[in-house]
């Protein structure tokens, strides 16, 4: 889904652009583009793409490092932030690098430990207890490689301000989650039920 605050908004649409290299027999990606731009992000401005991981798929989570990788392209070189978060609002952001605009690069980010076990309580059935977000720009900051407490820090300060002028584009695609420290690309074992599927995308456009 799209989430965001400010006065920004976007298009979202699936395209046919996908990484040479892809090995998916599923050869499409998400497009997002910049329809209404916000050039000066402040106060609790952000925008990010999310996907809500379902209560039973976190359980194997907790206090398991687990890892996410994908491919994305921007037509904004610079540096982004792919984040997670718990039940209690935690969020853990890892900074990314797209040097190159308009190139498609495989991204892997592990999670250590995995999902803090607060914030869950008994309720590990169908609610959405996580998400995974990819964040496009983001007032509030919070520290690269670690757990944040501030509410809605879910880039840091060198999040690229992708919002900044219309017809900005951003594509992801191939994304999968993974128990462990690898993935396919490094030879890891796929925990299979919590594969990322195109289908369950779905944006927000407000």
């Known amino acids: 889904s799209w989430n965001f605050s400010g006065i920004g908004r976007i298009t979202s649409s ?3 652009s996908y990484p040479s290299a892809f090995t998916f027999s599923l050869r499409k990606s998400l497009l997002v583009t910049v329809s209404t731009a916000d050039g000066t992000i402040s106060g609790t401005d952000r925008y990010q793409i999310n996907y809500a991981i379902e209560g039973y798929d976190t359980q194997p989570l907790i206090n398991n490092t687990f890892t996410v990788s994908f491919y994305a392209i921007s037509s904004v070189a610079g540096t982004y932030c792919f984040c997670v ?3 209690a609002g935690n969020n853990y952001v890892s900074e ?5 605009a ?3 690069y495989y991204i892997s980010i592990t999670i250590p430990n995995g999902l803090l076990n607060s914030g869950f309580g008994t309720n590990i059935t169908t609610s959405f207890n996580a998400y995974l977000v990819w964040t496009l720009a983001s007032a509030t900051v919070g520290l690269n490689n670690a757990w944040n407490t501030t509410a809605n820090a ?3 300060a060198n999040q690229v301000n992708w919002m900044s002028t219309a017809g900005n584009t951003f594509r992801i695609t191939g994304v999968q989650l993974f128990q462990g420290q690898s993935t396919p690309e490094s030879g890891g074992q796929e925990f299979e039920s919590l594969r990322v599927r ?3 995308w779905e944006t927000d456009r407000k």
Do not use: V
């Open 85 to 87: 978060t718990n039940a």
């Open 102 to 104: 308009n190139t498609w």
């Open 198 to 200: 195109y289908r369950d």
């Open 14 to 16: 699936q395209s046919s």
């Open 154 to 156: 879910y880039a840091t």
């Open 96 to 100: 990314y690098s797209l040097p190159l």
